[in-house]
């Protein structure tokens, strides 16, 4: 299944099988997770989620600095 990944850096589109979590999808792109929040529809899904189906999800990239 497609999973599409769109966000200020882009977009990406990875094939995984269904049960494949948020984590292992965005290590298919050039997003780091531990850089990134994942969200679909307004609510932020943990990187544990597991995908079900074909999905469209906003990547917001975290910046920090001092």
Known sequence: MDVHFHGREGEKVVSVEPGTS????LQLTEWLPSMVI???EGTVLPHSTPLASPVSL???TISSGG
Not at 22 to 25: N, T, Y
């Open 58 to 60: 906003l990547v917001t």
């Open 38 to 40: 994942v969200s679909y």
């Open 22 to 25: 948020v984590r292992e999808a």
